[in-house]
């Protein structure tokens, strides 16, 4: 009796890692497939894609669609200007969205109630609603620069970065996790004498690791995945980030082959990234479901 | 509690200050302008003067009327029949140059209908592209709101088991979130090819041929599902990360006391796991309905709004004038009533879904 009981536990056991595997095998597949058909020409590559040997690296493998992705568009510009825009706008965010969310709940200052509920209704404006009058505003808007005042912001870095420096939901985490620091600790602190900055400085950062990874992986994901925004505002090749680049190979006559290169190139470092720091990568996106 | 150590107007604007200018400029300022220059005739460049044009953007997008005809008869009073099937006057007989009905000039068949007798009913339109862009829209969110919402429940309570090495799986399901939409769209379209695509050739494979080529994108009845179905496979990961954090939040207690009471596994689901739920699942269905709206970048990759308009959607509607063709008022107008759906939706949802007490 015990042992079909077992018997039953390990078939039962077994069809559970089954469903899970087959499971993976959807999300995993079109992944693997970029990946390995990167490596081949284009011609095995279309017969390849009948039969298993889509998933493997056999054939003709070589590096040759990746050189020839670089001879057909710049596409280390494009690298370049993504890791650029990426960078400076997730540091920037992460300044100024904790400076605020420090504001909102540590400083008692008039108008404070009153800003912060203004910015969490902008939370149901989606972008997309935006973006028409955002592009006219942003052509007419000036900018002092070495060579004085110049009009108009299209075709430069500044129009892909300063938009997106401050949003409502950063904000909105800052806001939660600050609430929930110790707050008689910031008053024990002014009471001792130390400035605002010092505590912003050397009590809440120290304290802020978690939220800080979770704005930055959250908005590093928004910003190297734009796509709507700098097609619109660069039609010059040189500010273009790698998303838009991409428009260079979707042409009439697709060489897949360097297509999967391309795509290849700009997705594996991230997922890298993500396998790497899987756990914050999760829980940041977990944090932005947890509200009432 | 406001002691006087922590108040300073001072320290509160300055540092809050940066974060209310910039999204008082490029959020609330540009959503306001897109109001105003839904008034207007703006365009991106232009030599003549902006002038006020009240309603017009708004008549020129939702422009609909019904038509009734009767068919064509000859002499003797009979139906003139063509292939079968009556014969009907040329709409364009009607909307060009007629005197009788100025108002239908310019307008479009968007679609006809015949409720019984001889006669039959045309819809027309002033902008039939637009029309169908909102209808393919609203098809996009009522299938991938409940499914994609579905799916990712399903795969958080799979995911929630107590299982030797769960966590990879949970991070595997969770890969294609963080690849841009716009690489999974390219990719995707080699998937869909009609001719040497994956999925025909999985196809084929199962049924022993029986299963013939479909051209996924380039066929008006499939290319819309085609993308519905690649953009859950993309995002389902997403929610079921927060199906999950909601899981983790009943208490485990509540299972115990079930476990002991001999409840069944969907007694537990049903009495237990789906109440502790409730806010979760209003927070999932708002966002998810948020995002569908915003369908665009699969659309601009993979189909251009084709075949035959079955693709078109709201915002890629509104990048394809206010960028495409410079129209900045009438790619305005459409971001205007982009948000009055969106925001008329989520308010109904929170009412359905509101606390009965």
Redesign the interface.
């Known amino acids: 009796m015990a042992m079909i009981a077992d018997d039953n536990r390990g078939l039962r ?1 077994a069809a ?2 089954a ?2 595997v087959l ?2 095998v ?6 693997v ?2 990946v390995m ?1 990167s490596l081949k020409p284009t011609q095995q590559l ?2 390849d ?3 298993l040997r ?1 998933f493997l690296p056999v054939g003709d493998i070589s590096l040759s669609n990746y050189f020839a992705a670089f001879q057909r568009a710049p596409v280390a510009s494009f690298v370049f200007n993504s890791v650029l825009v990426t960078g400076v706008t997730v540091i920037l965010s992460l300044l ?2 904790s ?2 969310g ?3 709940v ?7 109630e009153l ?1 912060l509920s ?2 969490l209704a ?1 939370l ?14 942003v ?1 007419n808007l000036p900018w002092l620069g070495p060579e004085g005042v110049t009009w108009g912001w299209l075709n430069s870095y500044r129009v892909q970065i ?7 939901l950063t ?1 909105f985490l800052f806001v939660q996790y600050f609430k929930d620091l110790p707050g008689e600790l ?2 024990a602190a ?2 001792e004498g130390a400035s ?1 900055f010092q505590i ?1 400085r050397r009590i809440v950062m120290p304290l802020s690791g978690p939220i800080l990874a979770t704005a930055a992986i959250l908005k590093f ?1 928004v910003m ?2 734009q ?2 925004w700098p ?2 505002v660069t039609q010059e090749e040189g500010y273009r980030p790698v ?1 838009v680049g ?1 428009q260079y ?2 042409q009439l006559n697709v060489a ?1 082959g360097e ?2 290169a391309y ?1 290849s190139l ?2 594996v470092p ?2 890298a990234f ?2 790497y720091l ?1 756990k914050a ?2 829980a940041s ?8 | 509690m ?2 006087k ?12 200050g ?3 200018l ?2 008082a400029g ?6 306001f ?2 109001i105003a ?1 839904s008034f207007t005739n ?1 365009r ?1 460049v232009s030599p003549n003067p902006t002038e006020w044009v009240g309603l017009a953007n708004y008549r020129q997008l939702l422009g609909v009327t019904t038509l009734t005809l009767e068919p064509v008869r000859d002499d003797s009073g009979a139906v003139v029949l063509k292939d079968g099937a009556p014969e009907y006057p040329s709409l364009r007989t009607i909307t060009r140059n007629n005197p009788d009905r100025p108002d239908l000039a310019g307008m479009r068949e968007w679609f006809s209908f015949s409720l019984g007798g001889d006669s039959r009913t045309y819809v027309l339109a002033r902008d039939v592209v637009f029309m169908k862009a909102i209808v393919n829209t609203f098809i996009f969110v009522l299938v991938v709101a409940p499914v994609q919402a579905g799916l990712a429940l399903g ?1 958080a309570l ?1 995911i929630n ?1 107590r ?1 030797r090495g ?2 990879v ?16 769209s ?6 869909y090819d009609g ?4 999925l025909n ?1 999985l196809l084929g494979a199962v049924s022993f041929g029986l299963i013939p080529r479909v051209d996924w994108l380039g066929n008006p009845s499939t290319a819309l599902g085609a993308i519905i179905a690649m953009s859950i ?1 993309q995002a389902v ?2 929610h079921m ?2 199906w ?3 899981l983790q939040t009943i208490s485990p207690t509540l299972y115990e006391a079930a476990a002991i009471e001999g409840a069944s596994k969907w007694q537990v689901f049903r009495y237990i796991t789906w109440p502790g739920l409730r ?2 699942a209003v ?2 269905l708002i966002v998810i309905t ?1 995002q569908a ?2 369908l ?2 699969q659309i ?2 993979m189909t251009n709004g084709g075949p035959l308009d079955s693709t078109q959607t709201i ?1 890629f509607q ?2 394809e ?3 495409g063709k410079q129209d ?1 008022s009438g ?2 107008a ?3 009533i ?2 009055v759906i ?2 008329s939706i ?1 308010l109904i949802q929170r009412w359905l879904t509101r606390e009965k007490s």
């Not at chain 2, 991070?171 to 999974?184: C, D, G, T």
């Not at chain 2, 390219?186 to 998937?191: A, D, G």
């Open positions: 056991l559970r890692y469903v899970l499971i993976a959807i999300f995993v597949f079109p992944l497939f970029m058909s279309l017969e894609s009948g039969n889509a100024v969205c400076a605020a420090f504001a909102f540590f400083v008692h200052w008039k108008g404070r800003f203004i910015l902008t149901i404006v989606p972008f997309e609603t935006i973006a028409i009058p955002l592009l006219l505003m052509a300063v938009p997106f420096i401050a949003d409502a904000i910031i008053e002014r009471v605002w912003y994901l190297y995945n796509y709507l097609l619109m998303m991409l190979f979707f897949w297509v999967m795509l700009i997705t991230v997922l993500y396998l899987q990568f999760i996106i977990a944090s932005t479901g947890v509200k009432g | 406001a002691s150590f922590t108040v300073s107007n001072r320290t509160g604007w300055l540092m809050a940066p974060a209310v910039l999204i490029f959020v609330i300022l540009p959503f302008l897109a220059f703006q991106l795969l799979l088991q299982l769960i966590n799986f949970r991070a595997i399901y969770f890969m294609p979130v963080v690849v841009s939409i716009v690489v999974v390219l990719l995707w379209r080699l998937i001719q040497s695509g994956l050739n496979w990961g997403f990360v927060i999950l954090s909601g806010n979760t927070l999932i948020m709206f915003g665009f970048a601009d990759v915002v509104a990048v004038r206010g960028y900045i790619g305005s459409i971001s205007v982009l948000f969106v925001l989520s």
